[in-house]
Structures are given as C-alpha cells and as structure tokens.
C-alpha cells in the first residue's frame, strides 16, 4: 500500500493588498441561551448576491451598498433570519434562536441503544451520490501561546461526491510566517489532511465515530443518546446524537451527530478527543523533535441538494505542545494551537483554474509557491471571504516580522553564485518551483564527477531535461479582464545527470531566459485580444506553444549543453538584447 500522507508541523531554520469594499457591517451571532458566539454560520447579502460566515467567535463582516440591501442569516439548527441593513453604522449583536418546534423525544435506555444504531445504519446504507464542483474558501492560522505565527489562504476548485472531497485544485493561495525564536513553524499537509477525512470511511490519519466503525461494533465501541429531535424549515425530522467511546484506552472520538430522519442524511458531526491516540500530526525531524497533548476538535455541515446530503464545511481546532531539538543546549518546548476553515460557498460556478501542471502529492506549501501570486485577483476577488478577520489578515501579511509567499523562494543573488544550488536552497522545503527573474540559478554538481561528457548523443540527451512550465491564470471581474503569465523551472520534473561547470550553468540559464522571452511575447499577444472569452485566451495559449516548443528544441540543438562556443555567443547576444542579461561574462567571471 501507498504511504499516506500526513499533516506534518515542523520548525525550520530559515503581499498582497486585499481591496476593501466601500461599505461594510459588522456583527456577532450570539446563541439566545447560552450568549455564546455561533461559528461557521452563513450570512449572506441577496441584494449583491455576496457571502460570508461567521468566524470561530462568531463575528462577521459582510459588503454591502446601502441601507435597503436584504440580509439572510440561515442554518438548520436555528430559526432562518432576514432583515434589511436599515443603519449602515450599526454593529449588528444578532442573537440566533434554536429550533424551537420539538418532536416527540424517544426514550433510549443505555442498555438499548437499537434504535439509534438502526437509524445510524440507515443513514449510512442511504446512497449520496450527487457529485458537483464548487468554488471554496480556505484559511488557517496557527498560534505559539497567543502569539499568531502562521497565516494560510486559499480559493480552490473542490470536488465532492456526497458527502466526502473527491479532489480539490487550488485556484489561488497566498501564505505568511512569523519567527518564533529565529525559527518557522509551518503546517505543510492541511488540506490534504482534510480531504482524507471521509464521514464513513476508516483513515490512518484520524480516530473512529459510529459512522466510521463498522457496524457490528458500535454498540461495543460507544455510547449513545438522543439528546433533542425537533422539525427543521422543511419539517423534517431531526435526530441529535451524542456518542461517547466505552474505553478509555480506545481509538475512538467523542461528540455529536445531527441526522435528518426523514430524508436519512448526515446535517452535521462533532468529532473530539483529548491526547488523541491517532491524529495527522508529525514533526518533519523525527529525530531531534517530538509532539505530545494533542487535542483535536472537528466539526463538518453538510447540505441538502435535491433531498441528497452533500459537503459543505469543515473546521479544525487543535492544539499540541511540540518538543523541539530534545536532548541538546538548544531543546524547547513550544504550546501550539490553530484553527482552520474549508468552505463551500458557490455550487453553481467554478473558478478558471491557471493552467499549470503539478504532482499532487506535493504540499500546500510547494504548490503555493508554484502558483505565480496574482494580485489582481486578490484585490478584486470579493465574492466570499471572511470579512472579520480580513483586515486582521492584511495586518499580518504586511507586518515586518511576517514573511509571505513572494519571499519565501527567492534565488541566491549572483554574488554567491559559487555556494548555491537549485535542488537545496534557503526556503521551505528541498524541491521548490523557481520563477523567472534577473538572479541566477546554479546547480551544484549532484553527483562525482567520473560521468563522461561524450558519448552517443542519444545517450546524453537522456540524461538531462531541463522543464520549464508556461504559467497562465485568467481572471474576470465586472468589465476587467486580466492575464497573468509567468515561467516557473520545474525541480520535479528537471534534471541533469552529467558533470556541471560554469558552461553548464550558463547554459541552464540562457534556456530559462529563452522561456522569459517567450513569455514577454505571449503576454503582448494577449494584451492585443481585449476579448472577455476565456476560450480566446487559451486557444491563443496553445497556437502560441507549438511555436514556442520549436524555438527552444532550436535552441538546444545548437547549442549542445553549451559546447558550441559560436551559437552560445549567438543565443546570448539575442538573450542580451531582449532582457540586457549577458549570461556568458556572468559566469565566466570576466
């Protein structure tokens, strides 16, 4: 079996501007009983056809254009509110009411708990099928004590087939991090970890629920109670059950399930535990670091899509203490916690996905950085968010002490040439996509020199491949079309298994400038489009390839991995003369 993947955390030695809305309010949702903040409840504003939910406190903040915008504040476990914004300078303290039309209770003594297990059953034998793509929103934030040190952002394309995530392509995403004692701590595998996460279905990576066990042993494994049913809007019938694990020592959650009786789907799970025995969590240096005290919350929703139940949310809430370099002067204890959030918020549109292809098992992280940052989107993209924290957001992208994604992966500037490499240099991880730009990339000698330069040219050309990747994100907003191009040298696809010098690496690099140019005229023939359809920016894309591809094989061949001394001075005349780099007094030193 494959290995899985896990959500690893680790400590490692090492902007974009969002445009604000004209008009916003601002609230709370408060439960009527408790006073307590309602997370994760969807507000939406219908005149403007714009969204948010609340965050984990319950605050919210949501774009409107006046006082007459009619506002809509609906879930299945609360009375559905509308009311107009009336005062735009109001701060909106909305207090939700429960359900309040009850059903008749079921008794279920503790030594009988058939008829919830019959109901848990059904509701897991009632197929869910409906598959859809839907545009979604993520974030993360992580905090060392009260301190926030991490901050994930992401749009994504997300694939669901009932209740469970299929796939999701990330759309756009953007990342910052904040030293804790001259060290970062990232978490590199959230979404993957939460794509895992099947309602039915067993995992590696998280403990046991009723619906997850099999079903002989969910009377041995849990208790079970019926703690309220009551009639939703539709009238359906809804079951709340808690379940607690028999066994201490087990591998099982604890928490609350919401079922609609009628239609036999799944509306909501609560999913807990205390020093959890099974969780995704892993430091990246086993060795030296360790984790311990992991407490871990989950809480999906689902929705109702022609009476089938389908996904809709998921937020995390954990925390950890992570025991770093154990055993030396150095060792540190660190408190973590954080929170994070994937939500479904468009089910009748998906995003143009940026064409860019890239494997996915790399993490949140690399494929962050492979993705070209576009602010055009980020400072137009105002269809949902999470307004509260948005300017929260803002601040700790923008703060000194916080780096972002356009920082993390930056080359080495050409001074320190002779120390550098692109299969391991200062950032995140090992294997990081490279954006063009006028500093160099070097490759360091991978492997002894003892290889042969010559030989059967066939043979050589097989040992080394030089990928390159054309990235194009397309992107509209009211009458504003705009296209991103970038080149990105790809290290998983890259390779090059023959002696590397001087000649090498400036060979390496006339290619990728070759690519930048190319770009260049990409990017003009789409400035000369202004056409709003996005299928005549990708058909230019594709005639614009074929072109392309002939050039640089062109390339290639006459310059033979630089041995040709007259076409390398051709080609870097040409290069010179497009981007004003001379690559050849670069790394010849003269």
Known sequence: MKPIWILFFCFISLSGLTQEASKYI???????????????????????????VSNDEGYFQLPVSDENDSIVIASFEYETLRFKVGNLNKFFLIYLEPKTKKLDAVTVRPQNQDP???LLLAVKNTPQTTAQTAKSYFYLRTYQDTTQIELIEGYYNLRYKGYDITDINLKAGRLGLTPVNDRYFSSHNSVKAIVEMKLMQESDLFMFTPLTIHRKKIGEQFHLQLQDRFADENGDSIAVISYSPKFEDSQNFSGTIWLNETKLTAKKIVMECENCKTHPFRPIFPVTDSIANINL????????????????????VYSLDYFSRKNTDHAR???ISSNAVLYVYDTKHSFVLPYFEINTDVSDYIKINAFTYNPFFWNN????????????????????TTITNSDFFKTFNNDTLPNSNLIKKKGISESQFVHWSPDRIVWRNLMPDSLSAKGNSAIIANRYNLEVQFFFDWNQYNDSVNVLTDVVFDPYKSY?????????????NMYFDLCEIQRRALQQRFNQLNKPSVSAYFDCFYAFQLGAEKERQRFLL?????????????????IYEKLNINNMRIFSGN
């Open 26 to 52: 601002s609230g709370q949702l408060k439960t009527s009983d408790s006073l307590h903040g309602i997370p994760y409840i969807s507000i939406k504003n219908t005149s403007l056809k714009q969204a948010t």
């Open 116 to 118: 919830l297990i019959k």
């Open 297 to 316: 919350r989950i809480t999906k929703t689902f929705q109702d899509q022609r009476g089938k139940g389908t996904f809709e949310h998921v937020d995390l």
């Open 333 to 335: 204890n660190y408190s």
């Open 381 to 400: 993209q105002n269809e949902f968010a999470m307004n509260q924290q948005e300017m929260e957001n803002q601040r700790y992208y923008s703060s000194p």
């Open 496 to 508: 090059y298994h023959l002696p590397i010098d001087a000649v090498t690496n400036c060979f390496i």
């Open 558 to 574: 006459e310059v033979d991995r630089g041995t040709n001394a007259r076409n390398m001075l051709k080609w870097n005349q040409y």
